[in-house]
């Protein structure tokens, strides 16, 4: 029996070998259709890549990304990536067979033919993504009755969606995202009830959703974000069981969702529900979604408290509910505690002037330990700094900032042996700037840091969906901001330890003392703040060496003497010196009491030969100038000089806002 089973296999097998030959065969001798040949030549793909597409032996199913069929029809276009440029050529229709079309992230213009999806009614597949095609997407893709796969996002389609889409009943994947589509979305659209995956997002799509989108019980991925969708979401969702990846942010949607019922939806696994007008409490019934990784309902209008049943969500490793209004910040941190793996917890803009949740037993336990972000700013939170991140010791970025914490900033924050990030600005510490933070490897060595992507699993994807909010989130690692405290201490010369540090941010935190040379240590750093503290003496000549440096204020102190010479410090315009009486030099006024021995000599000389000092009139006069266009208005006009330092905030701000992107969206 077993023999015999063998013997058919076998010959199962030699047999597909065979046919497989006999096909291999007859399509290489079967030339191909020679309108088919003419059709693609009077395409004129033009390639502009390096390597042109070579075709133009007789046989057009042997060219690059040509495929036939057994009557040597084309079957296949497939190209690529291949630098193809131009508008498609209405000759496309002509190849009438074609089931495979991709085109896909290639530089391509213009409108689409018009009779495309009626004379090319076998597709299967056809990927026109990321080309600059705009026009309206042509009708006709109701009588593509084998059409499965459909993408054509990140182009600049305008219009509705052809109406008859909703007929193509074989469509398991809509991929429109980043164009300008709009409209609403028809109910007809529960006639795909093949579909898996519809993309619509980053487009203008308005009105509700439809009511039976739940009928689509196969539909896996839902993402609308990104449009002026309105109205209630929740009903509609229920029947998708199979859904994983729903994402409706920044939309419109302004129900109530304290009653949400997600326990159809057990296969979610992430949920993002940012940015849209929504009301009522953290829905309880999210721990029926027991695989859930990563939700997202910051910017809506939350109230309540975080409920218990979020501590059994055992997948959880990224949550975002910032600018909401939530209450009880202790009751939230005590229930994400038992989300073991939990990476991110961005919880700012809640909690309006709660307590700081210091309570003791929160120290004993033993969980939270791969939290990597923690985000508690700005909530006004009163009370001393909580013991209990002292276990956090996965922490990279903590954000603290805009509470209201007294006492002084703990040296036992150097004991997390990956905290790289720390951002404490706007609370009332007081004391040291502590010594400790020089055996914070992050800043020492630099080599601590890894926002890489086997420990994000999760924010990955929030931070893929644009890359650059990943790369913003390596920017402004190895940073230190403490502005607007109130330290009223000296900067330790120790400082020159934090070798690898990036940022520093010392601004408003009634420092004294004279700015040691060690800063000048500090030679990764980009961001120097200083300004508005009462530091005195010169600005160290050493400071120049700092060849990274572009953002950069010691405004506002009493420092003195001239701002030393050099490429760096000279590229910052005079609103990162004023403030300070007794400096002087470029960018401000040069200075009056020449020091130097040369100058004095040069001066001698001059007024010896009795001729008149053109150089240091033009200075003093161009000074003068200068005072009066720039300097003098910020002097005597309020108005101006509010917005001559709002407009410097902005640049500081511009340093971060990136990573605000996401921290608060
Ligand atoms: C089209 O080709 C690109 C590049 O190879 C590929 O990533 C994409 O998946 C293809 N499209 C479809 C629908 O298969
Ligand atoms: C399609 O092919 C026919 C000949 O079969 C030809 O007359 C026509 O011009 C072609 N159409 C295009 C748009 O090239
Ligand atoms: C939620 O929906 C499920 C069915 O999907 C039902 O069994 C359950 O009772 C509902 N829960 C609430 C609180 O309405
Ligand atoms: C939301 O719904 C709950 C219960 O259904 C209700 O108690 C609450 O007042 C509602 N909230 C708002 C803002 O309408
Ligand atoms: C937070 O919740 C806990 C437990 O439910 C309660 O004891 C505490 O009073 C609440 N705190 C605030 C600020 O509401
Ligand atoms: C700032 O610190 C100084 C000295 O530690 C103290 O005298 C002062 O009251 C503090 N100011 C504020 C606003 O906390």
């Known amino acids: ?21 006999i096909f291999k065969v007859f399509s290489a001798n079967h030339a191909c259709n020679q309108l088919d040949r003419n059709s693609l030549l009077s395409l004129h793909l033009d390639s502009s890549n390096s390597t042109p ?19 040597g029809r084309v079957t296949h276009l497939w190209l690529p990536s291949k630098g193809l440029k131009g508008g498609i050529s209405p000759s496309l229709v002509n190849l009438t067979r074609l089931s495979h079309l991709n085109l896909s992230h290639n530089s391509l213009i213009g409108f689409l033919p018009t009779g495309l999806f009626s004379f090319l009614n076998q597709l299967r597949v056809l990927d026109l993504s990321h080309n600059h095609l705009g026009g309206q997407l042509p009708s006709g893709i109701g009588g593509c009755s084998k059409l499965k796969i459909f993408w054509a996002g990140f182009n600049s389609f305008s219009g509705f ?63 609308l974000h990104t449009n002026n969708l309105t109205g209630s979401f929740s009903r509609s969702l229920l029947n998708c069981t199979n859904l994983i990846h729903l994402n409706l942010r920044k939309n419109f949607f302004d129900e109530n969702i304290t009653d949400l019922n997600v326990s159809s939806l057990h296969q979610l696994t992430i949920l993002d529900l940012g940015s849209n007008n929504l009301v009522g409490k953290f829905p309880a ?54 989300c073991n793996i939990l990476e991110v917890a961005i919880l700012g803009n809640n909690f309006l002037k709660e307590s700081m949740p210091t309570d003791v037993s929160m120290i004993d336990i033993d969980r939270f330990k791969n939290l990597q972000i923690l985000d508690l700013s700005p909530c006004q939170l009163t009370g001393q700094f909580p013991i209990w991140i002292s276990k956090l010791k996965n922490l990279q970025l903590l954000r603290l900032g805009s509470n209201r914490i007294t006492g002084s900033i703990p040296g036992w924050l150097s004991t997390l042996p990956r905290l790289g990030t720390i951002d404490l600005r706007d609370n009332l510490f007081s004391g040291e700037f502590p010594k400790k933070f020089c055996e914070l490897q992050a800043f020492v060595s630099g080599h601590a840091l890894s926002y890489n992507s086997t420990s994000f699993i999760m924010p990955l994807y929030f931070v893929s969906e644009d890359n650059n909010r ?41 420092l004294t003392g004279t700015i040691p040379t060690q800063v000048s240590e500090l030679t990764d750093l980009e961001y120097l703040d200083l300004s508005a503290n009462h530091l005195y003496g010169e600005i160290p000549v050493s400071l120049t060496s700092l060849h990274f440096l572009h953002l950069f204020s010691v405004a506002n102190n009493n420092l003195q003497g001239a701002i030393p010479v050099g490429t760096q410090l000279q590229t910052f315009d005079a609103s990162a010196f004023e403030g300070n009486p007794g400096l002087c030099g470029y960018p401000l006024s040069p200075c009056s009491h020449l020091t130097s021995s040369k100058r004095d000599e040069d001066i001698q000389e001059e007024e010896d030969r009795h001729t008149i000092p053109w150089f240091h009139v033009t200075m003093v006069l161009g000074f003068i100038v200068g005072f009066c266009g720039v300097c003098g208005p910020l002097v005597l006009n309020k108005k101006w000089r509010v917005a001559y330092f709002q407009f410097f905030d902005k640049l500081k701000d511009r340093f971060f806002a990136k990573l605000e992107v996401l921290w608060s969206d």
Not at 192 to 217: A, R, V
Request: net charge positive; proline share 4%.
């Open 161 to 223: 969606l052809p109406h008859d889409i909703y007929n193509a009943a074989a469509l398991e994947e809509i991929s429109l995202p980043s164009n300008n589509l709009l409209g609403p979305i028809s109910n007809e659209i529960m006639n795909l009830t093949k579909l898996t995956s519809l993309k619509l997002y980053q487009n203008q799509f308005s009105g509700n959703l439809p009511l039976n989108i739940g009928k689509l019980s196969k539909l896996k991925q839902l993402m």
């Open 53 to 71: 597409l070579y075709w133009s032996s007789i046989n057009c199913c042997h060219w690059e990304g040509i495929s036939c069929d057994h009557k």
């Open 285 to 338: 019934s999210i721990h029926s979604c027991m695989s859930i990784r990563g939700i997202r309902i910051s910017r809506n209008q939350l109230e309540g408290e975080i409920p218990p049943e979020v501590a059994q969500l055992k997948y959880l490793s990224f949550l975002s509910v910032s600018l909401n209004k939530l209450t009880n910040v202790t009751t939230a941190i005590k229930i994400l505690m038992h």
């Open 470 to 510: 990943y790369n913003a989130l390596n920017y402004l690692s190895q940073a230190i901001i403490l502005q607007n405290n109130n330290l009223s201490s000296t900067i330790p010369t120790e400082i020159g330890c934090l070798k690898r540090l990036r940022g520093l941010n010392l601004g408003h935190t009634k």
């Open 1 to 21: 029996m077993s023999y015999l089973t063998i013997t058919m296999q076998d010959l199962k097998s030699h047999y597909l070998l065979f046919t497989l030959f």
